[in-house]
C-alpha cells in the first residue's frame, strides 16, 4: 500500500512539475510574405521574425536570450537599441551609441503601458483610448504636441508631428515605422493587410481589445479561462480587466502574486456578466469599486491553497457589492 501511494504521489508530483514547466505561448509564423506589397519576413528558430526585405530595405532584429530585441539594424547599420522590463515592456531606447533617445516611464512596475516618457530632456504625457490605443502626446504644459488616427484595422493615417517619436501605437503595440508593423508580446501583427504575420496561438488580442472597448461602461465581467499555463480568474469593466497573477509558476503554493493587466484577453466566450439588481445597489458605484481594485499593483503572497485568483475575484466581487448596496450608501 505504501509503494502505491508513493507511486501515486510521484507521478502527481511529476505532472505537476510537467505541467508547469510546458510552453503554452509558443509563437506560430502566419505569413512570410506578402507579394501585394513586395515584402518577405525570415524568422529566427524560435518564429520570431528577425528579417524584413521591403522595397530594397532590409530591416533586422537581434535577439538576446529571451528572444527580447535587442537593437535594429537598416542594411546592416545599428539605427536603435533596446531595453526592456521583463518580457514585454519596453523600458528604454537608444542610438547606435547608446544615447538614450526614449525613456518610457510606468506608474507601477506591473503597468503594461506607459503613462509618459522622457526624451530630448522633456518630459511628454500619453493618452490612451479603451483598445489601448496611442491617440494623443501631451507635453509637461499639458499642451497637445501630437495627435495620431488609425484607420479601422490599426494603420497610422495621421501623425501630426513624426518627429517626436513614439514607439507605442494601436492597441498597445510598437510600432516599426518602416515597414508599419506591430509588434507585440503576443506576436507581429501588420495593419495594412489587418493579418498577423505571427501570433500566440488561441488569443487575438486585436480582436478581444475590440470586444472589450464596445461593451456598456458599467458593465462588469467575470472571466475565467487557461490564459497560459494555468486556469486564471478575472474581472473586466470600463475597457480594461485585471486578475491576481503569479509571478513565478514554479511556485505557485508558495510566491507572490500581483493584480496584473489581462485586458487582452477579454473575450466572450470566457466572460461572463456579473447581474447586479439595479433597485438594491447603485450600478455605477459597483463599477467604480471594480475598476479600482483591478488596477496593477502588487498584492499579496500567493498560495494556490489558502488565497488564489479567484480567492481573490470573489473578495473583490463581495467588498464592491457591499459599497454599492443602496441601503449602505
Known sequence: MKKFILLVLGISLFSIIFYFSQDRMALEVLQKENLRQNVQYLYNKDNHLQHIALKGIKITFLFDQSNRRVSKLIDQKVVEKY???GDG???????????VLREYLYKTKYD????????RNQTYYFIYNKMQ????????QKQVVKVLDYDQNGK?????NPNLKVDFAYASGLLESKSGLLFFPE?????????WISKIKKDDIIQNLKHLSSLPQDDVYLCSDTLDTYYHS????NGKCGGFYAIDYMNYFDGRGTMSDNSKYFHPDRCNKIDIKKELYDVKMFRLCIEKHIESKEIKIFNAFANNCHDEVDAIIKKCKSRSLKENI
Open 89 to 99: 515592456k519596453l523600458y528604454i531606447v537608444n542610438d547606435s551609441n547608446d544615447t
Open 83 to 85: 531595453l526592456w522590463q
Open 156 to 160: 497610422l493615417i495621421k501623425d501630426t
Open 234 to 237: 478575472y474581472l473586466c469593466t
Open 133 to 140: 490605443t496611442l491617440r494623443a502626446v501631451l507635453n509637461q
Open 112 to 119: 503594461t503601458l506607459p503613462f509618459g516618457m522622457k526624451s
Open 187 to 195: 506576436g507581429v501583427y501588420d495593419p495594412k493587410s489587418a493579418q
